[in-house]
């Protein structure tokens, strides 16, 4: 389980193929590795991800097909960053909305409006995900924890302040990326359960 309140990036030092397989090795600072264990989970924008092996600051993890094709992980190079976030504990602060880490898909960056003190970025959602956006409500993007601006139609905006931009990999994002996000599950699972009790009224 994870808040959303990330730890910072790290950087991607190598990547190893296999057939519909990949392993990434990172690079962590000496405080991200204390309790660090193989086995444990951790966030990569957003995606929970097994510890598979620890050789000093370097640290690997596996990432199977399926993680592959549904989030933006595959597409990333040697020397790219990525967003950490180590797994919640219980008695820890959640400042942000208790999240899974099992991202439901890829949205793309459509436009970045900057003034003196935050950005709004705009991302363009998969049709069938967009019954779940609504203002004010919770999203997960590339792991960051954030509040649903606007919304029109399939596309809605979020606002960043300087220190989200400085410590997530959104400070170097452009528009026609890529970002995984997770939608809220209490915000699905009330949707999901209202849609399901107006279809079973109209059929009745």
């Not at 528009?175 to 849609?195: K, L, R």
Request: net charge negative.
């Amino acid at each position: 389980m994870f808040t959303g309140i990330v730890l910072g990036t790290a950087e991607i030092q190598c990547i190893h193929l296999g057939t519909d397989f990949k392993t990434h090795q990172l690079q962590f600072p000496p405080a991200w590795l204390q309790g660090l264990e193989i086995g444990a989970s951790v966030a990569h924008n957003g995606c929970c991800l097994t510890v598979t092996r620890i050789e000093g600051q370097s640290v690997s993890f596996d990432l199977i097909d399926e993680t592959l094709k549904v989030t933006n992980l595959g597409q990333l190079q040697v020397g790219q960053r990525v967003n950490i976030e180590r797994a919640a504990r219980i008695g820890d602060e959640i400042g942000g909305h208790l999240m899974s880490g099992h991202v439901h898909g890829v949205c793309v960056i459509t436009a970045i409006e900057r003034s003196p003190d935050n950005v709004a970025v705009w991302f363009e959602v998969p049709t069938p995900w967009q019954t779940y956006l609504m203002p004010k409500g919770y999203i997960a993007l590339d792991g960051v924890s954030l509040t649903v601006g606007t919304v029109k139609a399939n596309q809605f905006c979020v606002h960043l302040i300087p220190e989200t931009l400085n410590r997530t990999v959104f400070g170097m994002r452009q528009v026609g990326d890529w970002i995984n996000f997770e939608i809220d599950p209490q915000t699905q699972a009330i949707v999901d359960t209202v849609t399901r009790l107006t279809t079973l009224a109209v059929s009745d």
